[in-house]
Nanobody
C-alpha cells in the first residue's frame, strides 16, 4: 500500500509553466507505476501522462505531448509532472495515482488503486 500527496498546483497565466510533485509514503514507491490524471468541472477524469517503475518508460496523452514531461526520483519517493506552455483548457484538478508495476502501462483510472487528493491548476487567459 502507498499513500500519495500532490503539490505544486496554482494559478498561472497562459504560456507559463508549473511543476507538480507526487510524494509517496513508502520506500515501496519504486514498485509502482505512477499515472497523472486530471478532471475539470463537469468532465470525466482523463489521463495526462505516466511513468513506469524504473523511470525509463513514459506515456502521454496527445494533448500533453511536447508540453508535459513526467519523471521520478525513487530515492526521494517522488514523481513529477512538468507542464509548460499552459493553456486555459489545462485548468483542472490534477491527481497522481499508483499501480503496481507490471509489463505494460495502462493509461486508464481503473488500473490505479491508490490516489492522491489532487492539486488544482488554474490557467488564466
Amino acid at each position: 500500500q502507498v499513500q500519495l500527496e500532490e503539490s505544486g498546483g496554482g494559478l498561472v497565466q497562459a504560456g507559463e509553466s508549473l511543476t507538480l510533485s507526487c510524494a509517496g509514503s513508502r520506500r515501496t514507491f519504486s514498485f509502482y507505476d505512477i499515472g497523472w490524471f486530471r478532471q475539470a468541472p463537469g468532465k470525466s477524469r482523463e489521463f495526462v501522462g505516466g511513468i513506469m517503475t524504473s523511470g525509463k518508460s513514459t506515456m502521454y496523452a496527445d494533448f500533453a505531448k511536447g508540453r508535459f514531461t513526467t519523471s521520478r526520483d525513487n530515492s526521494q519517493n517522488t514523481a513529477y509532472l512538468q507542464m509548460t506552455i499552459l493553456k486555459p483548457e489545462d485548468t483542472a484538478l490534477y491527481f497522481c495515482a499508483a499501480a503496481l508495476g507490471g509489463a505494460d502501462f495502462h493509461p486508464h483510472p481503473k488500473f490505479f488503486g491508490y490516489w492522491g487528493q489532487g492539486t488544482q491548476v488554474t490557467v488564466s487567459s
